[in-house]
């Protein structure tokens, strides 16, 4: 009982740490984080766009970091290893930031919605998904949602393949909410059957499901 208390204990911690630096490091293009704790202290990697942004010139901004959270946190010993983005439209919280960000200057929905999923096909995503919630052109609430490409909804592969993030901003009219959704070309799914080509001599090829 114990160690399953301690378990949504840490799970707590790492979803505050990680709600604190989308907001902190929102302008670095931040994708997300992990963070494990070791006897040496808490071990934390940021994955973001412009890493510069996060580091700081001479290491300012990752110290200031660092003593946020130790101090915020109480997180013990916290070392930050930053590591870049490779490829930004396939990071979902980015793409989210991206379309809040343009919906604040004033670009039509529609036009910013169909400008991202094209952007995530492009760079590679098997299917993509973005639904735009909110008061778009009128008084009432509506969304819209635009899919592309191959997106599984249920089961597993759903659950574990879909990477998903959701960023609210707050527009003239009210609260919008931008969800995302993308299936990322390295997705593997167990009813998928590859084949091995058969070595020299003749042997009968393996099939790994």
């Known amino acids: 009982m114990r160690e399953w208390k301690d378990y949504l204990e840490k799970a707590k911690l790492r979803l505050k740490v990680d709600s604190f630096l989308k907001d902190y490091l929102r302008e670095a293009g931040y994708a997300g984080m992990s963070m494990s704790v070791t006897p040496l202290g808490t071990q934390i990697s940021i994955y973001a766009q412009r890493t510069g942004l996060v580091i700081g010139v001479g290491g300012r901004n990752i110290r200031e970091l660092t003593e946020i959270l130790e101090k915020q946190f109480n997180l013990s010993n916290p070392q930050i290893a930053v590591v870049p983005i490779e490829n930004p439209d396939l990071e979902p919280y ?29 760079a590679g ?13 009128s008084e009432r609430s509506r969304f819209e949602k635009l899919t592309a490409g191959y997106l599984p909804h249920s089961g597993e592969p759903a659950i574990s393949q879909v990477k998903t993030a959701v960023v609210h901003v707050l527009l003239k009219p009210g609260m919008v909410g931008i969800k995302v959704k993308i299936l990322p070309p390295n997705a593997k799914f167990p009813d998928v059957v590859e084949l091995k080509s058969a070595p020299a001599g003749g042997e009968i090829a393996e099939v790994e499901s």
Not at 102 to 111: D, F, I, S, T
Not at 125 to 137: E, S, V
């Open 125 to 137: 995503a098997l299917g993509a998904q973005i639904m735009i919630t909110g008061k778009l052109g």
């Open 94 to 122: 980015i793409v989210a930031c991206r379309v809040a960000d343009a919906l604040v200057k004033g670009v039509r929905y529609r036009r910013v919605a169909r400008w991202a999923i094209n952007r995530m096909m492009r």
